[in-house]
């Protein structure tokens, strides 16, 4: 099995184009030589490095190129979420956010074909009365998703005033 040319442009990029990191750099993180992490970066040959060495690579040169191009084949997209850490609730609030951004495009497309012949069936409510109810529920997780931030900054705050 062969990766994919977007994942060896990514793997490539990684190796020689992080900034300020070369592969010598790397391969001192890894536990691998600059020639190896040479190979892996090339395009041109079928040598890999493993998941672990893979993730410490990633992890060492902060280059998401890999992942991106991922996400990219699976249809999704990689956000920065502006920092890491404990700061992954801010990517739970955006995706929620976002998440209901899609699906009130549903809603609006499902509601212009219910309306399209002027009369709303009962199997087209339902379908958009569902939409709707999918709608709140994303807006109450990105609530609670905000909830908890507010909550773990307010802790810090009082914990700084002890």
Request: glycine letters at 6%; proline letters at 3%; hydrophobic letters at 40%.
């Amino acid at each position: 099995m062969e990766l994919n040319k977007q994942t060896k442009t990514a793997l490539w990029k990684m190796v020689h184009q992080s900034p300020g990191i070369d592969a010598t750099q790397i391969g001192e993180a890894v536990g691998d030589s600059q020639k190896t992490i040479l190979n892996y970066g090339n395009p041109n040959m079928d040598y890999f490095p493993s998941l672990k060495k893979f993730e410490a690579m990633m992890l060492f040169t902060g280059n998401v190129e890999v992942l991106r191009s991922w996400a990219h084949l699976m249809g999704h997209a990689l956000v920065p979420v502006g920092g890491a850490g404990e700061k992954h609730r801010e990517l739970s609030i955006f995706e929620a956010m976002m998440q209901q951004n899609i699906t009130t495009g549903q809603a609006n497309a499902k509601v212009y074909e219910a309306y399209e012949d002027g009369v709303v069936t009962p199997q087209e409510y339902e379908e958009i009365h569902n939409i709707f109810n999918q709608i709140i529920d994303l807006a109450k997780a990105a609530d609670q998703a905000a909830l908890k931030q507010m909550q773990r900054y307010t802790a810090a705050v009082e914990i700084e005033k002890a």
